[in-house]
């Protein structure tokens, strides 16, 4: 595709239960990062792969966060047992060299 | 670690000019970037200077940097509505080196 994709765009789940967020960064870059941003609020890093070096997880906010990257393609975001401050827009970008591109988020629900 | 930082809110009138501020701890930035996200919709780049620059201008915007304090500012000359928007400030090294964004900048357009 032209763009970076995420799936599902929207995600409502009950607590304690785990979800799974999907990215497709543009074909051809090497470098993936995911973040949150909360309603109103700014963006917070979580997570950045770059090639098959180790990747820099520095912003996750608990080990109930984790996330994979095959190669240099799909990437996934899983949060176990969610809890209601879980509930944010997860951003996901991919860049070759510089400027990132943007998916439109998933918007994640806990209630 | 690189840290980015800006003030949350910036309120305008309609016509005036905006100054958003950044400043960035990373002194062997080599990038610094402007991204915009308007409400409901995704982050874009706005436009990006090499820190071997003082100045950069494109149409509207003007975007002044100063290395020896590492700050960054965005200038919008004649605010409008539709410049009401998150604004992000970023900064990289360039290369395969990760990309370190602020928490960005609410600007309110006041008509």
């Known amino acids: 595709g032209a763009g970076v994709s995420q799936s599902p765009s929207n995600k409502v789940t009950e607590k304690g239960k785990d979800v799974e967020l999907r990215c497709d960064p543009i074909?051809?870059?090497?470098?993936l990062y995911w973040y949150r941003q909360r309603l109103g609020q700014g963006l917070e890093f979580l997570i950045y792969?770059?090639?098959?070096?180790?990747?820099?997880k520095s912003g996750l906010p608990s080990d109930r966060f984790s996330a994979e990257r095959t190669g240099e393609s799909v990437s996934t975001l899983t949060i176990q047992r969610t809890q209601q401050e879980d509930s944010a827009v997860y951003l996901c970008?991919?860049?070759?060299?510089?400027?990132?591109?943007f998916g439109p988020g998933t918007r994640l629900t806990v209630l | 670690g690189e840290d980015v930082e800006q003030s949350l809110f910036l309120s305008v009138r309609e016509g005036d000019s905006s100054v958003i501020n950044c400043t960035y701890t990373?002194?062997?930035?080599?990038?610094l970037y402007w991204y915009k996200q308007e409400p409901g919709a995704g982050l874009q780049l706005l436009t990006y200077?090499?820190?071997?620059?003082d100045m950069k201008q494109d149409q509207r915007l003007t975007v002044l940097l100063n290395k020896k304090d590492k700050h960054l500012s965005l200038r919008i000359a004649d605010t409008q509505t539709g410049d009401s928007a998150i604004y992000f400030c970023a900064e990289g090294t360039g290369g395969y080196q990760k990309v370190t964004f602020g928490t960005g900048t609410k600007l309110q357009v006041i008509p």
């Open positions: 074909s051809g870059h090497t470098a």
């Open positions: 792969f770059q090639g098959n070096s180790a990747p820099d």
């Open positions: 990373d002194s062997s930035s080599t990038y």
């Open positions: 970008a991919s860049s070759r060299v510089g400027e990132q591109f």
């Open positions: 200077i090499f820190s071997n620059m």
